[in-house]
């Protein structure tokens, strides 16, 4: 027996002390079943019509006697048996919804590299037990980067698990235009009760809400009925909580109290695993060279569109080409991007520690200012250790002192043991030394 099992026979035993008339209590009373409780609404059955209204003017006797016991704020609600069935398989009716997941988005097919590590495993960590240790799962950064690609890979994955895990993807702009559509059709309680009863709830761009208060009020609402039943949810903004305008404070005060993830841009190693990855998928039955690659992650790696965009370009390049080759060389490739991309000799600039962190910063698309920063976000850390390491090798006589004053203000420590992980790192990984040699090309 469940505590809301006990609690209603605690009452019934009460009641049944303090009425007078045990007739009454044995031909109407000892029907009644205790069925739900949602939020603060608990349903009683009866068997009959006739006992329903037996019952009916006791009502507020009970529900007073309930919440003395419970030490709630409970309203009683009496349906008889066949009601309370109909309004299930009503219900049930409302769950048979389409859960807008993209099947082709999975945790398979994303590319995972520093940039989005942490994000990519904090949603494989709610996807394999949701609603458990984060939720919400609050996932921000700029467009293109793969959050809505993690969204449906942790649906996809949840329910590869549990067919019956009832899943549902959808936009802020969506859910407030759904919210507006059942107002217009009375139909407001349904679309309470479907959201009430997702067990993963995944919504993309929640900045759209940011000034609909309607809106906010009823996703606020929802958002602390699934938090509080043990329910996944999983959000993704362009910005973290505390920089979302407009969004009501006990809003973002609930997005903030999960777990808060970003992804950056992608960094050249990354970039150039995505290519890889999409030229999979694309099925390319004709080789492209390495230099190729590491051209398009060098200058199209803004973001994940715009690396798919740009070899997208190519395989049509190659498509319209008339000419036949064997494979797709660099020439080719600064063919097929001549109008985006001016193939002009860089001109060699003086060896300085500025010149130095501002290549390394355009290479991985940061700022300067990035570099010389305390982050600790991964790709900047990446550009701030080579920039250090570059400084170190290509400027003759400067002292490991100089160039922490020149990156921040760091100890000579913190300079030596960066400038000593690239050097391990060069030696292991034939991307990353690739990269700086990409750099260390456009310097010298």
Known sequence: MNNLDTDWQKTLNIFKNQIDDKIIFDSFFTTLQVKDIIDSDVTITVDTQWSLDGVSPYLEKLEEIYNTLTSGHYQLHLETEDEYNKSIQQKNDLMLFNDNLNSDLKFENFVVGNSNRIAQNASLAVAMKPGISYSPLFIHSNSGLGKTH???????????????????????????????????????DEFNYKYRHIDILLIDDIQFMATKESSSE??????????????????????????????????VSRFASGLTVSIDTPEFETSKAILRKKIEIENVDYPITEEVLDFIASHFNTDVRELEGSLKRLLFYKLICEEKRDCIDLNFALEAFSDTYKNQPIQKKELTVSNIKKCVADYYNLTVSQINSKSRTSNIIVARHISMYLVRELIKDISFIQIGHEFGGRDHSTVMKACDKVQKKLEKDLNYRQAIDDIKNKLV
């Open 150 to 188: 993690l969204l449906n890979a942790i649906g996809n994955y949840a329910k590869s698990k549990d067919p019956f895990t009832k899943v549902l993807f959808t936009t802020s702009e969506n859910f407030v235009n759904e919210y507006i559509q059942s107002l217009s059709n009375h139909t407001i």
């Open 218 to 251: 009823i996703f606020f609402n929802i958002f602390n009925s699934l938090i509080s039943n043990k329910k996944q949810i999983v959000i993704t903004s362009d910005k973290p909580p505390r920089d979302l305008r407009g969004m009501e404070s006990r809003l």
